[in-house]
Structure formats: structure tokens, C-alpha cells
């Protein structure tokens, strides 16, 4: 049972690092933001089993949710100043 | 449970100095605002791992408290940064 | 000179401040092992009129950092709207996004309204319920409504201002009642507790909800016009 559970903690630990890595790492900003917003649930996961519900409720809300939407949007922003021409022009982007 | 602790504990000091490299490293400022939530994550974990008692103790709530207010000022602070970020860009394009 | 400083000095700051990081963890949990400040707060919890231990530090014992915490959320909202006006919204979705969204909005506020009971006793409370809030306001700007569910200008920053407001005013009461500053009477401290959250819920998801929409909002006479 307790290695069991070290075995858990160490997997959990290492994606968690490896996600960070990734996300960091990414040169292209939405895929960055992507990982960031991956690299927030499963903290939000980790913080569950540390027992600690409330903080991976705000976590996975806040941290992931509303963090990631904030940043997914000024991605798009940056791709469309990088590349005016070939980007939907505004009055037909997709949301 | 101490070894859990500082599984953890190791984990978020991990990411506190990834966070922080990658803060040095990248110029662009989306780059920069993730890596600034990383290192806000490691230390968030570190409180986090601290405060985990084993499993059959209930935790510390005081670090769980700090955490909390911890992340609602990190999103307003990345909305901040980005709302600067997009007014330096239309000042740009003027 | 340069590539000395990325790759030979950098490494060796971060992990020097490592070292110390883990050295000051190893220094804390081997030290004295006297009371901690755990037990004691874990042993007033019932004192406190909530039982969730986070909620009862958050709103009893740390109550000025939550007040703080309200303030630079606020102060964070009054700088994104400094820089200017909102940029165009999100052209309006599809049918199928549409019904999901009119589907998820009433069910995120129902269960805002949940997790801000429910925090008394169980994990969830004002920050959580807020969160929750302040998703709704990003999917209704996802879809398309230019005001993101927000109401006009005036109640909008009412709403915007009602944590703090609701937090002090309770303190000045209690102040005026001849206790502390937040210092809640034993009696009184559950509702005085849950009427604190619910303006902080209100604040913290309109304040989420404005920030993602970013932008100063026009003024009712401004947004009169077309």
C-alpha cells in the first residue's frame, strides 16, 4: 500500500515537472499556453491528494481555467500582429 | 510522510527555479507571464506539501489560507500584466 | 561573454538557490518541534461559527488578509480599465455553441451559489463560488455578448467594490458594537461570515468576468450610442 502510494507520488511528481519543462520550453505561444493550462489541472490534481480539495477547486478554476483563457486570448492576439496578412481579418474571426 | 514531504517539497522548489530560468531566458512577454505562474505554482506547492500532515492528519489550514488568497492575486496580476502587454503593442502599431 | 553568463553563471545562481531552498526545508522540519500553529488553529475551529478549516482562517483568524487580498483584486481591475477602452468582442457563435452556453450559465451560477453555502462545512467558499462566476462571464464573452453578461456601468461598479464595501462595513459595525475590528461575536459569526462571502463572491466574479472582457466600460451615455 505505501509503495503503492510512493510510486503514485513519484509518477504524479515527474509529470508535473515534465509538463512544466514542456511548457516552458515551447517557443510557439499557444501551444505554451496550452501546456500551462494541462500543467494547472494536474496541479490541481496533486493538491487533491495532499488533501487539500478547497485549494484544487480554486486551482483548477482559477489557476488553469480563467489563467489559461486570459492567456489563450493574448496568444491569438500575438499571432495575428506576427502574421496580419494571412490571419482572419477581424469581422470574420472565430471566437 | 516525511519523504512524501520532501518528494514534494523538492517537486515545487523544482519548478520555483524552471520558472525562474525560463523567466531569464525568454524575452517575449506571454513567455515571461508563464513562467512567472510556474514559479507561482512551485511556491503555492511548496506551502502546499508543507502543510500535508500525512494522510490520516487533517492539514495545516493556515498555508491551505494563504494559497488561496495566493492564486486569486496571481490570475489578477497575469490580467494586469497582459492588459499592459496588449496597450503596449496598440502604442506600437501607432 | 554572453554564453559565460547564460551557461556557466545562470546554472550556478539557480541552483545555488536551490541549495538554499532545500537546506531551509531540511532546517524547518528537523528543528524544535514545539506546538504548531496547526493544532492551535485546528483546536478553535468550532469557536470560529464555520466548520471547513480553510474558511474559518480565510474569514476569522486572517480576515484582514482576505479584506487585502479584495483590495488588490480591486486595484488590479482599476488598472486594466485605465489602459483604455475594450477591444471588439468575439463575433457571435454558432446554434450549437449558443445552446450550450444558455444550457452551462444558469448551471454555473446555481453551482456558485452552491459552493459558497457549501464552504461553511465543506471544501469550496467565496473564492471558489467567484471563480465560478467569473467562468460564466468568460463563456458568454466566448459566445459573443459584447458585455459578457455584465450589467451597466453604475451597478458594475457597485458590484465591483461591494467585497470591500460589505467587509468594512461589517468591521465598522462591529467596531461601533464597542468589539474589534472583525471581531466577530461567537453568536453572530456564522452570518456575519456568509454575509462577508456573498459580497465577496459577487466582487471576485464580476472583477474576473470585467478583467477577461478588459477595458475601461462605456459610460450609459457613451453606450446609448451604437
Known amino acids: 500500500m505505501t509503495t503503492l502510494l510512493a510510486a503514485f507520488d513519484l509518477l504524479l511528481s515527474l509529470t508535473l515537472l515534465g509538463l512544466a519543462v514542456a511548457a516552458l520550453t515551447s517557443a510557439e505561444p499557444r501551444r505554451g499556453v496550452i501546456l500551462f493550462i494541462a500543467f494547472g489541472l494536474l496541479l490541481a490534481l496533486v493538491w487533491a491528494r495532499l488533501r487539500a480539495p478547497d485549494l484544487a477547486l480554486a486551482e483548477a478554476a482559477i489557476g488553469a481555467g480563467l489563467s489559461g483563457a486570459l492567456m489563450l486570448a493574448a496568444a491569438r492576439r500575438a499571432r495575428r500582429r506576427r502574421s496580419p496578412e494571412t490571419a482572419p481579418r477581424p469581422s470574420e474571426e472565430q471566437p | ?94 | 561573454m554572453t554564453r559565460f553568463v547564460s551557461w556557466v553563471l545562470l546554472p550556478l545562481g539557480l541552483v545555488a538557490i536551490a541549495g538554499v531552498l532545500v537546506w531551509a526545508f531540511y532546517l524547518a522540519t528537523t528543528g524544535e518541534t514545539g506546538a504548531r500553529l496547526a493544532d492551535l488553529a485546528l483546536a478553535r475551529v468550532p469557536e470560529t461559527g464555520v466548520s471547513n478549516p480553510v474558511t474559518s482562517v480565510l474569514l476569522n483568524y486572517r480576515a484582514y488578509d482576505t479584506l487585502l487580498e479584495l483590495a488588490v483584486l480591486l486595484a488590479a481591475l482599476l488598472g486594466i480599465w485605465s489602459l483604455g477602452p475594450a477591444a471588439p468582442g468575439f463575433q457571435r457563435a454558432a446554434e450549437v455553441l449558443q445552446g450550450m452556453v444558455a444550457w452551462f450559465v444558469p448551471l454555473l451560477i446555481l453551482a456558485a451559489g452552491h459552493m459558497l453555502w457549501v464552504g461553511a462545512y465543506a471544501p469550496g467558499g467565496a473564492f471558489q463560488a467567484g471563480a465560478l462566476l467569473g467562468a460564466a462571464g468568460v463563456m458568454l464573452a466566448l459566445a459573443g455578448h459584447p458585455s459578457a453578461g455584465l450589467p451597466s456601468e453604475p451597478v458594475l461598479r457597485l458590484l465591483a467594490i461591494l467585497g470591500v464595501l460589505v467587509f468594512c462595513l461589517v468591521g465598522l459595525a462591529l467596531m461601533v458594537l464597542g468589539l474589534g475590528f472583525l471581531t466577530y461575536p461567537p453568536g453572530m459569526a456564522k452570518w456575519l461570515i456568509l454575509l462577508i462571502e456573498t459580497g465577496a463572491t459577487l466582487a471576485i466574479g464580476v472583477t474576473l468576468a470585467a478583467a477577461y472582457r478588459g477595458g475601461r466600460p462605456a459610460r450609459a451615455s457613451e453606450g446609448a450610442a451604437p
Open chain 2, 1 to 94: 510522510m516525511i519523504a512524501t514531504q520532501l518528494l514534494y517539497v523538492g517537486c515545487g522548489i523544482l519548478l520555483l527555479i524552471l520558472g525562474l530560468w525560463s523567466f531569464l531566458v525568454h524575452p517575449p512577454l506571454l513567455r515571461k507571464l508563464i513562467a512567472i505562474n510556474v514559479m507561482g505554482a512551485g511556491v503555492f506547492h511548496i506551502l502546499v506539501a508543507i502543510a500535508y500532515r500525512g494522510i490520516d492528519t487533517p492539514p495545516d489550514p493556515v498555508p491551505h489560507a494563504l494559497v488561496l488568497t495566493g492564486i486569486v492575486v496571481a490570475v489578477s496580476a497575469t490580467a494586469l500584466a497582459l492588459a499592459f502587454g496588449q496597450r503596449l503593442d496598440r502604442d506600437d502599431d501607432r
